[in-house]
């Protein structure tokens, strides 16, 4: 089993940088892909973005490219997103999920999530 907490969310102005962290705990860290999901009421999850367990590949969403940045410290058991330029349509709840497997599939575990809202 792989527990994940979330912490970072909040609300900001469009604009306004913001970092979400998760750590992690139960398993070894640097086995798990870990990714950073996104979730409206009444819309899919969507994968934001994610990173290999040894950092070397990661993934974006096209709507966050150039704008959000992942990465992990392994040795702290945490990974990040960091979010520049937020928008209004960055508003959902982010969920940090662990994956065995690949960057973009197989993710088993997943947090309780955490609100971003971001105001015009």
């Known amino acids: 089993q792989v527990q994940l907490i979330e912490s970072g969310g909040g609300l900001v102005q469009a604009g306004d940088s913001l970092i979400l962290s998760c750590v992690a705990s139960g398993r070894t860290f640097s086995d798990y892909a870990m990714g950073w999901f996104r979730q409206a009421p009444e819309k899919e999850r969507e994968l934001v973005a994610a990173?290999?367990?040894?950092?070397?590949?990661?993934y974006y969403a096209d709507s966050v490219k150039g704008r959000f940045t992942i990465s992990r410290d392994n040795a702290k058991n945490t990974v990040y997103l960091q979010m520049n330029s937020v928008k209004p349509e960055d508003t959902d709840v982010y969920y940090c999920?662990?994956?065995?497997?690949?960057?973009?599939?197989?993710?088993?575990?997943w947090g309780q999530g955490t609100q971003v809202t971001v105001s015009e």
């Open positions: 999920a662990a994956s065995p497997k690949e960057v973009t599939m197989g993710y088993d575990y």
């Open positions: 990173i290999s367990g040894s950092g070397g590949s990661t």
